[in-house]
């Protein structure tokens, strides 16, 4: 247990032991940003049917074949066919409607003509010139076809797939339930935000910030306040957790301190530890357990420690739970703009803020590069991924960057 594992080994055990949260059935008007549960297929065809694209004439190509600038054809004006209009009345030969935006085609007609390229005289138009069959109409179905797969299964609802879901008529959406993600922090030296800073004391931050992530890709957290460094109350509080979340996340005492209590605590209530130590810096110390299948991912209480772990382990897993198929970070390359002049022996995740200046994607550091800094957690957009036994970086060197977008 007490073994280093690469990060990539801790990722794949931790998306093994998890996987999606149940479904539930809600409302289209609540959905946005939920993961569907299921492959969604129209129930009905866009446009539902024929229909035209513009306002003018409906006619039948078959009546204005011979129609020439000498010889205009002459049509009767037989009706008026507004959108919303369900009467059905056909077009008969040498006659037309007036029909608008989004109006049923009438049977018998295949073409509309636009109203500046007609002459109206009284109730009948002049038409100057053929047009072929199936002009400016728009076919039952050439958006989305009846049956067809529009949004798959594991995927967000953005916006857009809110509007298609609204144009197909569906009310109501399957998904996954929101899951709960417990954050509890450990420490004597923390105090809750509403109280006043003491000596000795810092304010007790990583519960925020995780929680805040949790919010960030759309779960619910479950505030677990503070547990004191004793192995008691520190069991006490993870089953505590346990009972009322889906996955526990902790921040400090995974390391090799006399107080640092945490994996006795996971001992003590029975769940079973997965790993304690992965080879990247910071959070070499991460500690993970499992209890009924439920996942307990213990960080390291540096808050920068913590929020690239999260972001490395946990946001993983999380994504996952909540029924996102395959979520994997975007990786990409780019230069770094600032010196790192420390030799890194084992691999190590630097905190940056990516951007692209003339189609080169950049990345500086976002702040002084310490675990427990805080600084450079605030402007950071992207980690750097720097391999094992790597000398310094300099200025334009090129580096792997893992983005850090909230879901996709
Ligand atoms: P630990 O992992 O418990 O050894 O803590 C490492 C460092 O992180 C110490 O300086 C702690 O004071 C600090 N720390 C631990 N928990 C928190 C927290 N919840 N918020 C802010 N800093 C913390
Ligand atoms: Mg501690």
């Avoid at 357990?289 to 996942?295: P, Q």
């Avoid at 382990?313 to 739970?321: D, F, N, R, Y």
Wanted: one cysteine or more.
């Amino acid at each position: 247990v007490h073994e280093m594992i690469s990060l990539e080994q801790a990722q794949e055990i931790i998306l093994d032991k998890v996987k999606p949260v149940d479904e539930e059935t809600i409302g289209l008007s609540s959905a946005l940003g939920r993961v569907l549960s299921r492959d969604i297929y129209a129930p009905v065809s866009l446009p539902p049917f024929p229909r035209s694209p513009l306002d003018g004439y409906v006619v039948r190509a078959a009546d204005i074949a011979l129609a020439s600038p000498d010889k205009p054809v002459k049509l009767q004006v037989e009706q008026e066919i507004p959108a919303g209009n369900c009467s059905g009345k056909a077009i008969a030969p040498n006659q037309t409607a007036r029909i608008m935006t989004g109006a049923p085609i009438p049977p018998g007609a295949d073409v509309v003509i636009r109203f500046e390229d007609v002459r109206v005289s009284g109730k009948k138009i002049q038409v100057f010139y053929p047009m072929p069959a199936y002009t400016n109409i728009c076919f039952t179905g050439e958006d989305i076809c009846q049956g067809e797969m529009v949004l798959p299964g594991g995927t967000v609802l953005s916006p857009a797939g809110v509007g298609v879901l609204a144009g197909l008529g569906l009310n109501e959406v399957p998904v996954f339930k929101v899951m709960r993600v417990a954050v509890v922090s450990t420490g004597n030296e923390l105090i809750d935000i509403s109280e006043n800073l003491r000596p000795g004391k810092i304010f007790n931050s990583n519960l925020y910030v995780l929680a805040a992530e949790v919010k960030h890709v759309g779960s619910c957290p479950v505030y677990g306040g503070i547990a004191p460094d004793t192995v008691e109350l520190t069991a006490f509080k993870i089953n505590e957790m346990l009972a009322g979340a889906d996955m526990v996340l902790t921040t400090g005492g995974v390391s090799v301190g006399d107080y640092d209590f945490v994996e006795d605590a996971l001992v003590r209530v029975g769940a079973n530890i997965l790993f304690h130590r992965i080879g990247i810096r910071p959070g070499t110390p991460t500690l993970c357990a499992v209890k009924e299948g439920k996942l307990i991912i213990g960080l390291s209480g540096n808050p920068a420690a913590a929020f690239i772990v999260y972001h490395l382990l946990a946001k993983p897993a999380i994504l996952k739970m909540s029924g996102l198929n395959n979520w994997r970070p975007i990786r990409c390359t780019g230069l770094i703009q600032d010196d790192f002049l420390k030799a890194s022996g084992q691999r190590r995740f630097l905190q940056g803020h990516l951007f692209l200046e003339q189609d080169t994607v950049k990345v500086r550091l976002s702040g002084r590069q310490r675990p427990g800094s805080m600084r450079s957690t605030l402007n950071c957009n992207a980690l750097i991924d720097i391999p094992p036994n790597s000398g310094p970086l300099k200025i334009g060197d090129k580096v792997d960057i893992i983005l850090l977008s909230p879901k996709i």
